[in-house]
């Protein structure tokens, strides 16, 4: 954990390893949800971790005027 903080100190791009326990603990991992509570019917109740990243969709800002008249002018869609 020292030479990864000295690196990012350095603005290095690095990273390490983490035990299973560590990611359990881990403030980020938590803050984000990423492990799941998943039922199984052997097992029961486990914590089982998510996907890497999550896709939302692009925010679409609304149309003014001039956007309105160029569409027009394509005979796109308003």
Same mark, same amino acid.
């Given at each position: 954990?020292? %030479?990864?903080?000295?690196?990012?100190?350095?603005? =290095?791009?690095?990273? @390490?390893?983490? /035990? $299973?326990?560590?990611?359990? !603990?881990?403030? *980020? +991992? *938590?803050?984000? !949800? @990423?492990?799941?509570? =998943?039922?199984? #019917? #052997? /097992?029961?109740? /486990?914590?089982? $971790?998510?996907? $890497?990243?999550? +896709? #939302?969709?692009?925010?679409?800002?609304? +149309?003014?005027?001039?956007?309105?008249? *160029?569409?027009?002018? %394509?005979?796109?869609? +308003?």
């Amino acid at each position: 954990m020292d %030479v990864y903080q000295a690196a990012q100190a350095k603005r =290095v791009a690095s990273g @390490y390893l983490m /035990t $299973p326990e560590e990611m359990i !603990n881990s403030p *980020q +991992l *938590q803050a984000r !949800n @990423y492990f799941q509570i =998943v039922e199984h #019917s #052997s /097992t029961g109740p /486990t914590l089982y $971790p998510g996907a $890497p990243w999550r +896709l #939302s969709l692009p925010r679409r800002r609304p +149309l003014d005027q001039h956007s309105r008249d *160029q569409w027009r002018g %394509v005979g796109g869609p +308003l």
